[in-house]
């Protein structure tokens, strides 16, 4: 089976800015989950959704935001960026208790 | 609140000198606990998942095990290619929680 895909796998974008990113998860998984990794905080969790709804949700801004589709590929999307939200952003696909996570994209704000 | 605290930092070894990372964890209700691998600039790779006390699983030259406080990732004669930074996980009743991981860097 193929991997966890992100696309796209790098951004720079300017402070004020808005980003949308995509995940595909592994065929057959239902639930995505969205993390921020940074050098100071480590992974933090963003939200997780399963069959098109939110299930949980992080301690993010209101800024940060997602959705699921019905083929279960998911989109995140960050407005009005600050410098803070350069991050590497990881997606993760899950078929039960385990996550699988993708390549990340990493994000850049100037 | 769910807490992971992994140690140490970060860990230099020789190759073939075995060793051992801590993850000690406090959860509500813990469903699983998990081992990742990440090299720099990708995404986590999935390792190991631990469910009760006792529990043990290895793979190659690692090995974690698991009790009601913490869990240990064993590498036993390491090489190079083991250099890594692993990441401890719980999940508990809704979210996972990571710890900030242990550098690992082996020397040939």
């Known amino acids: 089976k193929a991997g966890v895909t992100q696309t796209p796998r790098y951004l720079i974008k300017t402070r004020g800015q808005q980003v949308t990113l995509s995940c595909s998860p592994i065929?057959?998984?239902?639930?995505v989950s969205w993390y921020q990794q940074t050098p100071g905080q480590g992974l933090q969790f963003l939200f997780e959704?399963?069959?098109?709804?939110?299930?949980n949700k992080g301690n993010f801004p209101g800024r940060f935001s997602g959705r699921q589709f019905s083929n279960s590929r998911s989109e995140m999307n960050v407005s009005t960026l600050e410098l803070g939200d350069s991050a590497l952003y990881l997606c993760?696909?899950?078929?039960?208790?385990?996550?699988?996570f993708g390549p990340g994209t990493r994000l850049t704000v100037l | 609140e769910d807490q992971v605290t992994q140690s140490p930092e970060a860990l230099r070894l020789q190759e073939g000198e075995s060793s051992s990372l801590n993850c000690s964890y406090t959860?509500?209700?813990?469903?699983?606990l998990f081992w990742y691998r990440q090299d720099p600039g990708k995404g986590p790779e999935f390792l190991f998942t631990?469910?009760?006390a006792g529990e043990e699983k290895e793979k190659e030259r690692l090995k974690a095990t698991l009790t009601k406080k913490e869990s240990f990732l064993h590498i036993t004669a390491p090489k190079p290619e083991d250099s890594a930074t692993y990441l401890c996980?719980?999940?508990?009743?809704?979210?996972?929680?990571f710890g900030k991981g242990t550098m690992l860097l082996v020397s040939p």
């Open positions: 959860v509500s209700g813990l469903r699983g």
């Open positions: 993760a696909s899950g078929d039960g208790n385990t996550q699988y």
């Open positions: 959704y399963f069959s098109e709804t939110q299930r």
């Open positions: 631990l469910y009760s």
């Open positions: 996980a719980v999940q508990g009743y809704s979210t996972l929680t």
């Open positions: 065929s057959g998984h239902r639930s």
